[in-house]
């Protein structure tokens, strides 16, 4: 299976911005997916989780309050709804099927003025 993200771009600080990970190559109902980014000369952190069943998320303690991952299993995709960005928030963005290797190319996220 593989997964590609979209919906990066410049934003500026306490804007928002959705991010986007379509799946394919799998079954998407029984799968737990996850939103990590990576900013530059830091390591890829965790940010949200989704699992199989909807209403069950988690999040990073910097997400929390902040974004909302949700999906759509007839569209196969997963989402990163971002609010009130902040120019910590700038890193490469990338989607995950979680207890899988199975990774998406990364979309980047750059918060600025």
């Known amino acids: 299976g593989h997964l590609v993200e979209s919906g990066g771009g410049l934003v500026q600080p306490g804007g928002s911005l959705t991010l986007s990970c379509v799946a394919a190559g799998f079954t998407f109902s029984g799968a737990a997916f996850q939103w990590f980014r990576q900013a530059p000369g830091k390591e890829r952190e965790h940010v949200a989780t989704i699992y199989s069943t909807h209403t069950l998320t988690d999040y990073s303690a910097s997400a929390k309050g902040r974004f909302t991952i949700s999906r759509d299993n007839r569209k196969e995709t997963v989402y990163l709804q971002m609010t009130n960005l902040k120019s910590e928030d700038t890193a490469v963005y990338y989607c995950?099927?979680?207890?899988?290797?199975?990774w998406g190319q990364g979309t980047q996220v750059t918060v600025a003025s």
């Open positions: 995950h099927r979680m207890n899988y290797e199975t």
